[in-house]
């Protein structure tokens, strides 16, 4: 894989603060870059209404590396572009907040202090104290409209869901975990279940509740494997001669935990479950 190039001259505003940001506006800007575009180009296609919030997004965009302006700030271009190329732009985006080094590592770790509760879902009024306890070391102060803003983005990417009685479900969607299996199993050329979980953690999000021992996934997590499981999307084995197991806790497709090693990824289905969020908010919006 291509080495990973950190933009220069990033905006110095933290990136939680960019709180009209969305998900939408930023794949939409970040795809017109088929080749350079100037800031004002930019801004005279997107900006309808609020030019600033345009603004805003390319400045984002900037502080998470996936792109650059040239020396007089006029020019926008792709950066790291050639690392990850396959993958859509959601799980691209979730890529760059996990390489950002402390103190602009902030967003991906609100997910990390979600899941230390062990639990599939939390509020916001639940979560905030647990992250004004666990991170601390920045120089802002946590507030609901940050977390917010982390609740809105994550959603938009698939890497959480919002509902109305338990708040923020802790589990990815299908398809964002169909596309990093895919990935990973393409390019190392293993099904070992322990390595494609771990390289996405290393890379995009936090999938263990713990690894010492026999690694144990997230019951968030571990719902949303089990139920593309049920549905034929993967399969997992358990081998009596495997070097790493990782163990599935109970979900409603299982009443006991398990431990397996290896999966087999089959054909993704043609349905709503296997969209990104924004495919399936822009079909409603056509239909």
Request: glycine share 2%.
């Amino acid at each position: 894989m291509a080495t990973y190039r950190f933009a220069v001259n990033k905006p110095n505003r933290t990136l939680i603060n960019y709180n009209t940001v969305r998900a939408a506006e930023l794949k939409s800007i970040y795809t017109s870059l088929i080749s350079d575009r100037t800031v004002q180009n930019i801004v005279s296609d997107f900006a309808h209404k609020n030019e600033d919030n345009v603004r805003d997004c390319i400045d984002f965009l900037h502080g998470v590396d996936l792109v650059e302006r040239d020396g007089d700030d006029r020019v926008v271009s792709q950066l790291n572009r050639e690392i990850f190329p396959e993958l859509p732009f959601e799980p691209r985006l979730l890529y760059h907040l996990r390489q950002q080094p402390h103190p602009k590592n902030h967003l991906t770790r609100i997910q990390n202090v979600a899941l230390d509760t062990a639990d599939r879902s939390c509020t916001l009024d639940v979560l905030l104290p647990q992250v004004k306890g666990s991170l601390d070391q920045y120089d802002f102060s946590w507030n609901e409209t940050k977390l917010r803003m982390w609740r809105a983005l994550s959603t938009q990417l698939g890497l959480v869901s919002e509902t109305e009685t338990r708040g923020v479900i802790l589990s990815p969607c299908r398809r964002l975990l169909y596309d990093l299996f895919d990935l990973h199993t393409r390019q190392e050329d293993t099904t070992d279940l322990y390595s494609a979980l771990s390289w996405v953690e290393d890379n995009f999000f936090d999938v263990f509740e713990t690894t010492t021992g026999t690694p144990r996934v997230h019951p968030a997590m571990s719902d949303v494997l089990q139920n593309m499981e049920s549905e034929n999307v993967l399969e997992f084995r358990g081998l009596s001669d495997a070097k790493s197991e990782v163990t599935l806790p109970q979900s409603v497709h299982t009443q006991t935990s398990r431990s397996v090693s290896d999966y087999d990824l089959n054909s993704m289905p043609d349905s709503p479950a296997y969209q990104y969020p924004l495919t399936q908010f822009k079909q409603v919006i056509t239909q």
